[in-house]
């Protein structure tokens, strides 16, 4: 800092950034705050100031090297360099129009015709063949159907991403005596594949579903297909990855299909099973090969097997027998086995049910009577329903009045199979339980949970005085 530095390199390069190659004017070239004791003064000396000083030292080795130097210098010059090669054209049209020619001759060279004259590209006259779809904009889609069979669409987007134990972000608005039944994310050009009680198969896609709000109900999907006299929905899928289409009927007719066998889509819908007389679909799923099916009768009893026990067969085709039934009894449940870590949760129609690891039931062979999946007695009465299940998930049970009560798994103890339950639900006079079903989206109201997340005591439901038999 006590010495003024010589550098004819410095002075040479401010000197050759003059565009008229002028005297350098040292104050053009100080830098900003630095007092005019320091830098390069008018006599072509530098000096450095303390800030300087400390950034000179704490630079790297390699950096004050010769060829580091040599390396920046280098650099400086040819961007100079190109400066004076743009500033020439700048002066000089000629070189315009010459440099203007070369790059056309490119374009031409590389986009025009060929030497036979025919085109490289082709120019449609008529936009009719577009449809639809084609101004669909691929998005991922939350899809929510009802209890009561409301369907709509909202854009993923909209549910931002939350910390850990936050309440989430309802998706839907629901009456009192309804829920949301099926959630799934799909994008807009996926197809949603719907089955009717009917054995029929109707598809739809994503983007045809109406869009809707967070505090709108959506729309009957009975509306969106062409449905015949008492037929109905019962269960919509959204495509994956998966291969098959399992398929199981009221009289344990179980049938597996391909999906290509369903790649023509028809507005009017096409047959999934062909059902006998008196029979009706009572569940499908997509599988891959891979699970255990699960089929529970309303006699109690159920059998779980190996989906490679059924052959992959036509869309045609009847299917073939999944459990043998006694006479009036027919199966109310299929279940597709996703991972031991599951639970069965079994209901009766009078109020009855319990909770089973799924590792108590063991594989069969197809077409069995099955094992025992809940004590049968006059207490019991006959299997309403049967679900997989984890223990933070909700149910909803629902009586042939319409009397709706909603619980948490948690609460249902789990029992062994050959245990007859304990009480779900206390039902009035003549009523009986008509089903359950697990909520799959948690949108309880916020006077069921503290703030720290923890039940409060108006949201406590007792403890179950039952005990298993």
């Not at 006299?229 to 009221?250: D, N």
């Not at 039931?361 to 006959?382: D, F, L, P, V």
């Amino acid at each position: 800092m006590s010495k003024s530095w010589d550098s004819k390199l410095v002075r040479e390069m401010l000197t050759r950034t003059r565009a008229d190659g002028g005297v350098v004017n040292a104050d053009d070239y100080r830098p900003d705050g630095l007092e005019r004791e320091f830098g390069m003064g008018n006599d072509g000396l530098y000096r450095l100031s303390d800030t300087q000083a400390q950034e000179i030292l704490q630079m790297r080795l390699q950096r004050l090297t010769g060829l580091e130097q040599d390396k920046i210098v280098g650099e400086y010059k040819e961007v100079m360099a190109e400066i004076d090669d743009l500033l020439d054209i700048l002066a000089k049209p000629e070189r315009v129009s010459t440099i203007i020619g070369d790059e056309l001759t490119a374009i031409r060279s590389e986009f025009g015709q060929t030497k036979l004259g025919a085109r490289r590209s082709f120019i449609e006259h008529s936009a009719q063949d577009l449809s639809t779809e084609d101004l669909i904009t691929p998005t991922d889609m939350v899809v929510t159907l009802s209890h009561s069979g409301y369907i709509k669409s909202q854009p993923l987007s909209e549910y931002r991403a939350q910390k850990r134990g936050g309440r989430g972000k309802q998706a839907t608005a629901t009456k009192e005596d309804d829920w949301i039944d099926q959630l799934f994310i799909a994008n807009t050009h996926d197809y949603i594949l719907c089955f009717s009680n009917r054995g029929r198969l109707y598809w739809l896609k994503v983007w045809e579903v109406p869009s809707g709000s967070r505090g709108s109900r959506g729309r009957p999907i009975v509306n969106m297909f062409p449905l015949q006299e008492g037929e109905k929905i019962t269960v919509v899928l959204a495509l994956t990855g998966e291969q098959y289409i399992f398929m199981a009927t009221r009289m344990g007719t179980v049938k597996k299909t391909a999906l290509d066998e369903f790649s023509n889509p028809r507005k009017a819908g096409i047959i999934a099973v062909d059902l006998d007389e008196g029979d009706f679909l009572i569940g499908a799923a997509l599988t891959d090969g891979q699970h255990d099916v699960m089929l529970f009768s309303d006699g109690g009893k159920a059998v779980r097997f190996d989906e490679n026990d059924v052959r992959p067969m036509g869309r045609n085709a009847r299917g073939v027998r999944g459990m043998m039934l006694e006479d009036g009894q027919s199966v109310i449940a299929m279940l597709v086995a996703e991972d031991e870590q599951q639970s069965v949760l079994t209901a009766t129609q009078n109020g009855y049910g319990k909770r089973t690891n799924i590792t108590e039931y063991t594989r069969h062979g197809r077409g069995t009577k099955g094992m025992i999946a809940i004590q049968q007695s006059e207490r019991n009465g006959k299997v309403v329903a049967a679900t997989l299940v984890h223990a933070d998930d909700e149910i909803m049970l629902i009586t042939d009045k319409g009397v709706l009560v909603r619980t948490r798994v948690s609460e249902i103890r789990e029992l062994g199979r050959a245990t007859q339950g304990v009480t779900l639900m206390a039902l009035d006079d003549g009523a009986q339980l008509s089903g359950l079903q697990r909520i799959v989206e948690n949108d309880a109201a916020d006077a069921e949970t503290g703030a720290d997340g923890s039940a409060t005591p108006e949201a406590d439901t007792g403890t179950d005085t039952d005990t298993a038999e």
